[in-house]
C-alpha cells in the first residue's frame, strides 16, 4: 500500500505601527509527500508536461513553482487543487482521511 498526504502550512503576518497592530494577513501554502519516492518524481514530470513546475522551498515551507496548465482548472486554481487532481485521476490514489486540525489529507494507493 502506497499513501500520499498533501499537508497545508499557514503562515502569518502580523503588520505593527508604533506597537498597534495593524493588520493580518495568511498566506497557506501546500505539500505533497509520498511514501514512494519515485511516486513523486512521477508528479513532478507531470506538472512539466503540462507546463508548470512544483519547485518547494523547505526553509519557508512554501511552494514557489508554477501552476500547470490542466483544462480542469481554468479559472481560480490552488496547488491543492492540482494535487487532489493528479492523486485521484492521474495516479489512481483514493482519500483516505484528514490530517486535523485542518492540515490536509491523506490518499492511498493499492
Known amino acids: 500500500m502506497f499513501t500520499a498526504k498533501i ?14 497592530l495593524k493588520s493580518v494577513k495568511e498566506e497557506t501554502f501546500f505539500k505533497i509527500v509520498f511514501s514512494a519516492p519515485d511516486e513523486f518524481e512521477r508528479f513532478k514530470d507531470w506538472i512539466v508536461q503540462h507546463g508548470g513546475e512544483y ?11 508554477s501552476f500547470p ?15 487532489t ?6 495516479a489512481g490514489y483514493t482519500f483516505y482521511s484528514t490530517i486535523h486540525p485542518y492540515k490536509g ?3 492511498v494507493k493499492g
Not at 85 to 90: D, G, K, P, R, T
Open 69 to 83: 496548465r490542466v483544462p480542469e482548472f481554468e479559472d481560480e486554481i490552488c496547488w491543492c487543487d492540482i494535487m
Open 105 to 107: 489529507e491523506v490518499y
Open 7 to 20: 499537508i497545508r502550512h499557514r503562515h502569518k503576518f502580523h503588520h505593527y505601527i508604533n506597537d498597534d
Open 55 to 65: 519547485k518547494y522551498n523547505k526553509d519557508e515551507s512554501r511552494q514557489e513553482g
Open 85 to 90: 487532481y493528479y492523486l485521484m485521476h492521474v
